[in-house]
């Protein structure tokens, strides 16, 4: 069991940028690889990012590449998501999840999940 908590949410305006992260409040986190995903108002959650369990491969949304990137460390057990360059549909809920397997862009690849941190971006 992996409990994962995200932080580093919050309002930015148009061409700012945020840095989310991930840790796990319980549980094992270095072995998982780790995704994040977004959800949008009244829309579906959707892949963003994802990390293996090494930090040495990494998976990006086309919506999103460029712009955004996932890192992870190892010694600090923490996952972060650097989000640069955002813009108005960037605002969603933001959501970290630990896979077993790598690449994995589909929710049901993945077996934990956080609650969640808001991002707002005005334009």
């Known amino acids: 069991q992996v409990q994962l908590v995200e932080s580093g949410g919050g309002l930015v305006q148009a061409g700012g940028s945020l840095r989310l992260s991930c840790t796990a409040s319980e549980g094992a986190f270095s072995v998982y690889p780790i995704g994040w995903f977004r959800q949008p108002p009244e829309k579906e959650r959707e892949f963003v990012a994802q990390?293996?369990?090494?930090?040495?491969?990494?998976y990006y949304a086309s919506s999103v590449k460029g712009r955004f990137t996932i890192s992870r460390d190892v010694h600090a057990d923490t996952v972060y998501l650097q989000m640069n360059n955002l813009k108005p549909e960037d605002t969603a809920v933001y959501y970290c999840a630990a896979s077993r397997m790598s690449p994995a862009q589909a929710e049901g690849q993945y077996d934990y999940w956080g609650q969640g941190t808001q991002v707002t971006v005005s334009s």
């Open positions: 990390i293996s369990w090494s930090g040495a491969n990494t």
